[in-house]
């Protein structure tokens, strides 16, 4: 069966203070790896979609990046703002013509100034 | 701001009425979807619609529905409603990234409905 596991659960960090969020894996086939943040009673918002191991994309402060079996979302020197929850989401099987995500549980961050 | 639009915002029923969710994808996207978020289960795929035909299923109970129109528009019906039907209820949608096989669908989320079933 098809999973996404995410930790930790939550993570505290002072402003400025890096870290990383771990999204790992276990699927049949997979076509994509996507991340999104989250507000408290909103829509998750598009980060970052990765399709192969060892690809990296970037956006401000926030790094992704993708192996065999595992994402790392890397915040560097976060703010306030970027506390939130971050989701990671698959979609699976390769010859697959639909569009299922499949969500891990989430991380909530929260970043004290 | 995504650019999917949702309504109502927020909606409060009795138990075993049926209500009405709707959605409007962006512009130029063939594919609509359904998932609901609740506390202990996370955000879960219901439904997709591509062009108005359903393409995809997922744990969706037999008490709802949905349908997507010619306009591209979507609503998804829930009846006979429970206490646990209680959730956040988003739509996103999605075109295609044709890199070749396989497909990918990047989605982009409404801003939700919320429903609470007194």
């Known amino acids: 069966e098809d999973q996404v596991t995410q930790s930790p659960e939550a993570l505290r960090l002072q402003e400025g203070e890096s870290s990383s969020l771990n999204c790992s894996y276990t699927?049949?086939?997979?076509?994509?790896l996507f991340w999104y943040r989250q507000d408290p009673g909103k829509g998750p918002e598009f980060l970052f979609t990765?399709?192969?191991a060892g690809e990296e994309k970037e956006k401000e402060r926030l790094k992704a990046t993708l192996t065999k079996k595992e994402s790392f979302l890397h915040i560097t020197a976060p703010k306030p703002e970027d506390s939130a929850t971050y989701l990671c989401?698959?979609?699976?099987?390769?010859?697959?013509?639909?569009?299922?995500?499949?969500f891990g549980q989430g991380t909530t961050l929260q970043v004290k100034p | 701001d995504s650019g999917v639009t949702q309504t109502p915002k927020h909606l409060i029923t009795a138990t075993g009425q049926r209500v009405t969710l709707r959605c409007s994808p962006r512009?130029?996207?063939?594919?609509v979807y359904w998932y609901q978020q609740s506390l202990d289960q996370g955000l879960q795929f219901l439904i997709q619609?591509?062009?108005?035909?359903?393409?995809a299923k997922g744990n969706i109970l037999e008490r709802f529905s949905a349908q997507q129109f010619p306009d591209l528009h979507s609503e998804l019906n829930l009846s006979s409603l429970e206490l646990g039907d209680s959730a956040l209820y988003f739509c996103?949608?999605?075109?295609?990234?044709?890199?070749?096989?396989?497909?990918?669908?990047?989605?982009?989320f409404g801003p939700g409905t919320r429903l609470t079933v007194t």
């Open positions: 619609y591509y062009n108005g035909e359903e393409r």
């Open positions: 512009s130029g996207d063939l594919s």
């Open positions: 699927v049949s086939g997979l076509r994509g």
């Open positions: 990765l399709y192969s």
């Open positions: 996103a949608s999605s075109h295609n990234l044709y890199r070749g096989l396989p497909l990918v669908y990047e989605q982009y």
């Open positions: 989401a698959v979609q699976a099987g390769y010859s697959s013509n639909t569009g299922k995500l499949i």
